[in-house]
């Protein structure tokens, strides 16, 4: 069994976020199923959830890549229905944002044109552009919600 299926047997919600598992952590480089290096900006402390790096928790550790940026909000999301968009106005019109490619000639039309954008729209899991809303679910963790 490879790594990510091992992490997705682990962890059965990560199905829904299959399509955007990466294989190395963005900040460490550490593969799937292995430890954050200690200092990655990423890597969740292993005793209170809290950002490793920043912690003082005495016996916690880096934890383990699992492909996902913000696993635990993710995972609220996923619980709570907590998802959004990005959209640009051109003409007072809303155009959500749907794909990488988009949302890269957005900033550059809202950095050289002036365009104006608006960022976490609340909306439906199956909407345009719909992803994770990380800024809400962080609200519901921190409240222990």
């Given amino acids: 069994m490879n ?3 091992q992490v997705l047997q682990a962890h059965p919600w990560l199905k829904e976020f299959e399509s955007t598992l990466q294989p190395l952590c963005p900040d460490c480089k550490v593969k799937v199923g292995e430890k954050h290096d200690p200092g990655c900006d990423i890597a969740r402390c292993s005793v209170c959830g809290d950002q490793h790096m920043c912690c003082d928790c005495e016996d916690g550790q880096p934890d383990i890549w699992i492909g996902l ?3 635990t909000e993710c995972k609220v999301c996923l619980e709570k229905g907590l998802w959004c968009y ?3 106005l051109v003409d ?3 155009y959500p944002i749907t794909s990488p490619e988009m949302h890269h000639l957005a900033l ?3 950095d050289e044109k002036g365009f104006k954008m608006k960022f976490h729209i609340p909306c439906g899991r199956d909407d345009p552009g719909a992803s994770p809303d990380i800024n809400r679910a962080m609200i519901f963790t921190q409240r222990g919600i």
């Fill in 3 to 5: 790594p990510f299926e």
């Fill in 86 to 88: 990005t959209a640009i």
């Fill in 69 to 71: 940026m913000y696993p």
């Fill in 92 to 94: 007072g019109d809303e």
């Fill in 108 to 110: 550059r039309l809202r």
